[in-house]
């Protein structure tokens, strides 16, 4: 999905994508709401927080509120991919945090993809077009249909979740298990100075080699990765504390204000500052 597209006015929307082979320009990103992604056709890898995955056909992948993540080409077998997205707000999700509490309903997504069985691929198929076809606003029952779609397709997702034995990438070759390590590293060390060339060192490869197998296993350069945990911490501190600017920069492993203030604006659009008194709304 461009996540640019999403309109913020409305709680629900759901969409049908398709990527050629060599798509790879989508931005990190993060936002305020859930989706839910499924694969109808091809392979994709994606990185959501520190873990990498391999996104194949018959799987969905649920991605929570506020989790980095990114999807691009599978480095062994790119391949053209249609998509089906489904982004919504948190009240959607509220039947179910009755019954299970919302703690324990999003256990069932903790590793973010869920197979589904290939007997039952069609009715997911045929579930996620009619919940398409009443976006659309066909009569005022639409509203209630999609509701009701959804409700089957996340009863659906927790029944899979129980019974799935998904992971992450797969890491039989060495280097890929060396950069899984090291992504997990960096997510847990983003506030201290950590260069190309300490991560490099530290996992025993060359800083171009890691360079380029990084890009190829996680769909980010180093920096972008490291720099994007940054700023998700940034906007964490910056609507839950008092921080000063200056501060939260320091905490978040940045060594420069200015920079940061200057990477803050290219990626959010609007300065540390503003997004603050805006309480995170750009």
Do not use: W
């Not at 859930?34 to 969905?60: P, Q, W």
């Not at 256990?107 to 039952?120: D, L, M, T």
């Not at 171009?208 to 911490?233: D, H, M, N, P, Q």
């Amino acid at each position: 999905m461009n996540y640019n597209k999403y309109d913020k006015t409305k709680d629900f929307y759901i969409e049908r994508v398709h990527r050629d082979s060599n798509y790879n320009t989508q931005k990190y990103h993060y936002h305020p709401y859930y989706e839910i992604g499924f694969l109808v056709s091809g392979c994709r890898n994606m990185t959501i927080d520190h873990s990498i995955y391999f996104f194949n056909k018959g799987n969905a992948v649920f991605i929570s509120t506020g989790e980095i993540h990114k999807g691009y080409p599978a480095e062994h077998n790119p391949c053209a991919i249609e998509l089906v997205n489904i982004c919504f707000v948190e009240k959607y999700l509220e039947p179910f945090f009755e019954i299970y509490g919302k703690k324990d309903f999003l256990s069932f997504f903790s590793n973010h993809i869920i197979n589904i069985p290939a007997g039952r691929y069609e009715y997911v198929k045929n579930l996620l077009q009619k919940m398409i076809d009443e976006h659309k606003k066909i009569d005022e029952l639409s509203k209630f249909l999609v509701k009701t779609y959804f409700n089957e397709l996340i009863a659906f997702l927790i029944r899979c979740s129980k019974n799935d034995c998904s992971d992450i990438v797969d890491t039989s070759n060495e280097s890929d298990e060396i950069i899984s390590e090291a992504v997990k590293y960096i997510y847990y060390n983003y506030n201290k100075d950590i260069s190309l060339d300490d991560i490099a060192k530290k996992f025993n490869l060359s800083k171009s080699y890691f360079s380029r197998k990084f890009k190829a296993v996680t769909g980010f350069g180093y920096k972008e990765y490291i720099t994007s945990v940054r700023l998700k911490k940034a906007c964490d501190l910056l609507l839950d504390t008092d921080n000063s600017i200056t501060e939260i920069a320091e905490k978040c492993g940045f060594n420069d204000s200015n920079y940061f203030g200057d990477a803050f604006r290219k990626v959010k659009g609007v300065s540390p500052n503003k997004y603050r008194k805006n309480k995170g709304i750009v």
